[in-house]
């Protein structure tokens, strides 16, 4: 039978309204005023994530890489919260035209909210808990329309949380608006499958359907040293869980539609990361984490089989991060993937259809990079559109992808 795991309107009433449904709180960046409480690291069981302390004991620096690329400045650098552990961002177009950047905040429990034109931070969402509204090490996500999905590593679950404005107040000639996101907690999935999720890709599958696939890094335990150790070849098979998600009025009804992963030694994914689609290539790029047999890019196919391919093997030197697509309708344009050095990330370039590297680059500060983000819609900062990749832990820098573009050689926009 499909498994079901939908918030319905009763439940999300009896929570608490005005902490999980509202508006998120407006705080000025560096304001712990209402400010989710900090955990220390230490006070989390199994808090090291697979091979992260691997590769902290090596501190890859991009300035001893080798790695040719080119320097483009970020166009901003939000304020620095060491506290709350950031992760992965994403972007939402608001129904005005503005964009609201949404990071996960895994110390945090929570979203961090951003400007992101500017990078001012203007909010946040979410408390700790297994509840609406409230998260347990938030990490990956992603913004499809007006939806964001959430994924949850100590709570094994995707949320799914609508995102809106306030009703508009009378306009004034010269006035800017400046209302900030809503957000509202709909459905969870993924509790009976998932057990240690990372990232997520979200589609559209047909008018009114999405399709959700989530990366599992579960373990088989750890070593004397602490760190994590995976599974062998024959348990990989359930690497990525696929989930349906047929949209309403109200709550998105979810079903489970199976797990993939290939196991043999070229296709395994041994330590999955994030996680991206191309339909029109029929296409799935998966970042491989683990050191030991090479980090790079695998190949899949849009049905869960490894396609024989794996890209940047022996290009990536850190660990295959965040990944991204820039696409134009004819069906070019452009991949980039994250190298998570610890001094300065590098980010590899790569054509849309033939997967040929075209080039990399990096920012004057953004390393250490989880999530990235490629927002393609332009704003008024950002006409052709901006990156975002996280730093460090505690900031999202911001690219202008004309920056990327010119000093790569890559096109600004699609034609027409």
């Given amino acids: 039978m499909p498994k079901f795991s939908v918030l319905a309107a009763g439940l999300a009433a009896a929570v608490a309204v005005a902490a999980l449904v509202s508006c998120a709180t407006p705080r000025a960046a560096g304001d712990a005023a209402g400010a989710a409480p900090a955990i220390a690291a230490d006070a989390r069981p199994g808090d090291n994530e697979p091979d992260r302390r691997a590769a902290e004991a090596g501190d890859p620096l991009l300035a001893r890489s080798g790695i040719d690329h080119r320097v483009v400045a970020e166009a901003f650098l939000t304020a620095s919260t060491p506290e709350d552990n950031i992760d992965s961002p994403a972007v939402w177009r608001a129904p005005n035209g503005r964009l609201w950047l949404l990071a996960t905040a895994k110390q945090g429990d929570g979203l961090a909210i951003y400007d992101g034109d500017n990078g001012d931070r203007v909010g946040q969402y979410g408390r700790a808990g297994a509840g609406p509204g409230q998260f347990r090490r938030p990490n990956g996500i992603a913004v499809f329309g007006d939806l964001a999905f959430v994924v949850e590593r100590d709570n094994h679950r995707v949320q799914v949380l609508q995102l809106s404005l306030p009703p508009a107040r009378s306009a004034q000639p010269g006035v800017a608006d400046k209302r900030t996101p809503r957000l509202r907690p709909l459905a969870t999935f993924g509790e009976g499958e998932l057990q240690q999720p990372y990232g997520l890709w979200v589609r559209q599958r047909a008018p009114g359907t999405l399709e959700a696939i989530v990366t599992d890094a579960y373990m088989a335990g750890e070593d004397g040293n602490g ?8 348990q990989l098979g359930r690497r990525l869980q696929r989930y349906e998600l047929a949209l309403g009025a109200g709550a998105p009804r979810v079903r489970h539609l199976g797990a993939f992963g290939d196991t043999s030694a070229e296709g395994a994914i041994r ?59 004819d069906g070019s344009g452009y991949w980039i993937a994250t190298d998570q050095y610890k001094d300065r990330s590098a980010f590899h370039v790569f054509d849309r259809a033939s997967l040929r590297h075209l080039g990399a680059f990096a920012g004057r500060s953004v390393g250490n990079t989880d999530g990235v983000w490629l927002q393609q819609t332009g704003s008024v900062r950002f006409p052709d559109g901006a990156f975002y990749a996280v730093h460090d832990d505690q900031a999202v820098g911001a690219f202008d992808w004309r920056d990327i573009a010119r000093t790569l050689g890559l096109r600004a926009r699609c034609e027409g």
């Avoid at 760190?227 to 024959?234: G, N």
């Avoid at 970042?287 to 396609?307: I, M």
């Fill in 271 to 329: 330590v999955p990361e994030s996680v991206w689609g191309d339909p029109a290539h029929d296409r799935l790029l998966i970042a491989e984490e683990d050191l030991a047999t090479g980090t790079a890019l695998r190949e899949y196919g849009l049905d869960g089989r490894y396609r024989g391919r794996t890209i940047g093997q022996g290009l990536f030197k850190a660990q295959a991060e965040g990944i991204a697509l820039w696409q134009c309708a």
């Fill in 227 to 234: 760190d994590a150790i995976a599974p062998p070849l024959e």
